[in-house]
C-alpha cells in the first residue's frame, strides 16, 4: 500500500507562485509513476502532471505547460509540483496520485492511478 500526503496549498493572487509538495510512503518511491490531478468544483477530476520514475521524464496538460513543473526526489520521497503565474482557473483541489503496476509512461488518466492523497487546496484569486 502507498500513503500519499499533500501539502502546501493556500490563497494567492493572480500572477502569484505557489509549490505543492507530496510525501509518499509504504512502498520502493523509485518504482512509482507520480502524477498531479486538480478538480474544481463541480468538474470532473483533469490532469496536470506526470514524471517518470526515475524523474527524467515528464508530461503536462496543454493548460499549464509552460507554467506548472512537476519534479521528484526519491532519497526524500516526494514530489513536487511548482506552479508559477497562476490564474484563476486553477484554482482546484490538487491530488498527489501514484501508480505501482509498472504502467508505461506518461499515463493521464485517473483509472490510471491506483493509489490518490486527500488533496489540497488552491485558490487563485485577487
Known amino acids: 500500500q502507498v500513503q500519499l500526503v499533500e501539502s502546501g496549498g493556500g490563497l494567492v493572487q493572480p500572477g502569484g507562485s505557489l509549490r505543492l509538495s507530496c510525501s509518499a510512503s509504504?512502498?520502493?518511491?523509485?518504482?512509482?509513476?507520480m502524477g498531479w490531478f486538480r478538480q474544481a468544483p463541480g468538474k470532473e477530476r483533469e490532469f496536470v502532471a506526470c514524471?517518470?520514475?526515475?524523474?527524467?521524464?515528464?508530461h503536462y496538460a496543454n493548460s499549464v505547460r509552460g507554467r506548472f513543473t512537476i519534479s521528484r526526489q526519491n532519497d526524500k520521497n516526494m514530489v513536487y509540483l511548482q506552479m508559477n503565474n497562476l490564474k484563476p482557473e486553477d484554482t482546484a483541489v490538487y491530488y498527489c496520485?501514484?501508480?505501482?503496476?509498472?504502467?508505461?509512461?506518461?499515463?493521464?488518466?485517473?483509472?490510471?492511478?491506483?493509489?490518490w492523497g486527500q488533496g489540497a487546496q488552491v485558490t487563485v484569486s485577487s
Open positions: 509504504g512502498r520502493a518511491f523509485g518504482h512509482l509513476l
Open positions: 496520485a501514484a501508480d505501482d503496476t509498472l504502467r508505461q509512461y506518461p499515463v493521464v488518466d485517473v483509472p490510471g492511478y491506483n493509489h
Open positions: 514524471i517518470s520514475w526515475h524523474g527524467g521524464n515528464t
